[in-house]
């Protein structure tokens, strides 16, 4: 395996009907840890001796979402020990990410499929075979270890950072307890299949008490998506009592998903250039057609949760979310 993305991938063709969006950070040269010490490739973990929770970091289920994978490097570079328990590191999709160029960006969001649609357990021990797939039952036993997982992504078009939690109480409790960015929200996931943060070992309601959390930083590519993947790594670490440092400002907000908005044809198109974490004040409001068919939004003050400004047939468009007061 290559230790990092290619400079040049001429066989890759543009990507159409797509901006040209700027990288404005280097991919990080990964080849000192490929091996990794786990038995799976791209895995590290650090034992410090001292009882407490298994924590895994993933980064890279996504090929080209790379800003998690440089904190998860720094943090290997620095030679980091936790103060209690077990950290893992994992740099997930390493195929997809060997195929990186910076002149066509988009194109090494993964090989096959989807990484982050496979995590249910008909798909897992069922008979299909693709790349994604496979790596996905190659790691599997090390999510399956996990007492607290944080899974860095980062996001294509504009929005405001943003926790996601999943539906469960456990993820819900962790997402507030970390608290940057400030913004949880609590979601169902996705019509195309299971994110890793839907696994049932995060979900179920069973004794296990585990949590997983997804922190989509910001923009792809772009230096304040690192700076906010480092804060939330740190603030996670924090609070699994791993790592000294002080508590992120309580600013907190919780909102959970009303409305997951699913393309139904291929003419799908927003109103207008909404942005992530944008709040539209009043209750019908017309934000896209899907076809012939007006989306509009089903209450005041709804929040916009990552609007996919092209989107396809089959994939989510956006999340409507209302803003939860108190929390219960």
């Not at 407490?52 to 720094?74: C, D, M, R, T």
């Not at 290997?76 to 390493?94: E, H, V």
């Not at 839907?198 to 910001?218: H, K, M, P, W």
């Not at 005041?300 to 990552?306: A, H, P, Q």
Request: overall charge negative.
């Amino acid at each position: 395996m290559s230790p990092g993305p290619s400079q040049a991938s001429p066989s890759i063709p543009p990507t159409p009907e797509l901006p040209d969006f700027p990288v404005g950070i280097s991919a990080p040269d990964l080849s000192l840890y490929l091996a990794g010490n786990t038995g799976i490739s791209g895995f590290t973990s650090r034992d410090s001796g001292i009882a407490g929770p298994h924590v895994v970091l993933v980064s890279l289920i996504h090929g080209n979402e790379f800003a998690g994978a440089i904190v998860l490097k720094e943090l290997l570079d620095g030679g980091f020990k936790p103060l209690r328990g077990r950290l893992t590191l994992g740099f997930a999709n390493l195929a997809a990410y060997a195929r990186f160029d910076p002149q066509n960006p988009v194109a090494s969001r993964y090989v096959d499929e989807d990484m982050n649609r496979v995590w249910d357990d008909s798909t897992l021990f069922g008979v299909r075979r693709s790349l994604e797939l496979d790596r996905a039952r190659e790691i599997k036993p090390i999510i399956d270890s996990a007492d607290i997982l944080l899974d860095l992504h980062t996001m294509l078009w504009p929005s405001d950072p943003v926790l996601l939690c999943g539906t469960g109480p456990r993820g819900r409790a962790l997402g507030m307890a970390v608290g940057t960015p400030a913004l949880v929200v609590a979601d169902t996931g996705h019509a195309g299949g299971k994110r890793l943060i839907d696994y049932e070992r995060f979900t179920e309601n069973c004794s296990n008490g585990a949590a997983c959390l997804l922190v989509e930083a910001g923009p792809h590519w772009q230096p304040a998506a690192v700076e906010q993947s480092r804060a939330t790594v740190r603030a996670l670490l924090r609070q699994a009592d791993m790592l000294h440092a002080a508590a992120p400002p309580d600013s907190s907000r919780f909102a959970e998903v009303v409305r997951l908005v699913t393309a139904r044809t291929n003419r799908f198109v927003f109103a207008r250039a909404f942005r992530g974490g944008e709040v539209i004040p009043k209750a019908g409001t017309l934000i896209a057609h899907d076809g012939d068919e007006e989306i509009r939004t089903p209450e005041d003050d709804i929040i916009l949760i990552m609007p996919s400004l092209k989107v396809s047939h089959g994939h989510t468009a956006v999340r409507l979310a209302r803003r939860v007061h108190p929390l219960g």
